[in-house]
């Protein structure tokens, strides 16, 4: 077993260890979304479309930023305050290889409660599945990862868990904003609904994908791109010390 598989399965096992986090990451997503759902007047037709069917992308941008913004900077930066990091500096460990098995324990933690947001939403309130699933699963995917590579870089760059979560707040309040979170994208000015279709999380593309007309290739691109780009900047800057 790799160092590497070995590291990710130890953090795979002390994210189980720790209820909260796991109730918080699987079933917030969809208990917000049957919150909001219960709110008088989200599920009546108005013009042809319903409130509750346009809030439930935005929901998948909270649990994104949540997660990739606010949990996985607080974990690293809560290791190097406790000397964990110290400790795996006289390991063979490569820093690298902690970046990665945080990012897949929590990427797989936000696609599960993704799922059940969708399970939830269609349970409940009749919210149509994604039309074009492909299209959608690798929106998300790229999304998701270039979300937690911001979260990576403020690990990276913070050395408290407070400065960790400030970090991270100057990239959660734009991306909630942007991903229509505060106000429904469909009422925000023209020109930043352009802006936000080409930030991470990609909720443009999300949207597009759910609705079946299909996410735009350069939306895409762009959000590969943030991907890999904060993700290789986050490995090159993060120290053990």
């Known amino acids: 077993m790799s160092a590497l598989t070995k590291l990710t399965t130890t953090e ?27 709110i008088p007047g ?10 509750i069917d346009g809030w439930a992308p935005s929901m998948i941008v909270v649990a994104l930023g949540m997660l990739g913004l606010q949990a996985i900077p607080a974990a690293v930066a809560t290791y190097r305050e ?9 390991t063979p460990v490569h820093p690298a290889n902690l970046l990665i ?49 911001l979260g990576l870089l403020s690990a990276a760059l913070a050395k408290t868990a407070k400065t960790a979560s400030g970090v991270a707040m100057i990239a959660f309040i734009p991306i909630m904003f942007f991903g229509g979170v505060y106000v429904p994208r469909q009422f925000l000015p023209e020109v930043v609904q352009r802006i936000g279709a080409y ?19 350069l939306q895409l691109v762009v959000l590969a791109g943030a991907a890999i780009g904060t993700a290789a900047l986050a490995a090159k800057v993060f120290r053990w010390e």
């Open 199 to 217: 930030l991470p999380p990609g909720v443009q593309a999300l949207q597009d994908s759910w609705t079946g007309a299909g996410a735009r290739p």
């Open 101 to 149: 098995a945080q990012l897949v324990v929590h990427v797989t933690t936000a696609l599960l409660g993704i799922g059940l947001l969708l399970v939830a939403g269609a349970a409940v309130f009749d919210i149509p599945g994604p039309r074009d699933p492909l299209g959608f699963l690798l929106a998300l995917v790229l999304g998701t990862v270039s979300v937690f590579s």
């Open 12 to 38: 795979a096992k002390l994210a189980l260890r720790s209820p909260l986090y796991t109730a918080f990451g699987v079933l917030f997503p969809a208990a917000l979304l049957l919150g909001i759902g219960a």
């Open 82 to 90: 406790t000397g964990v990091l110290r400790r795996l500096a006289t």
């Open 42 to 51: 989200m599920t009546e037709v108005e013009n042809g479309r319903r409130f």
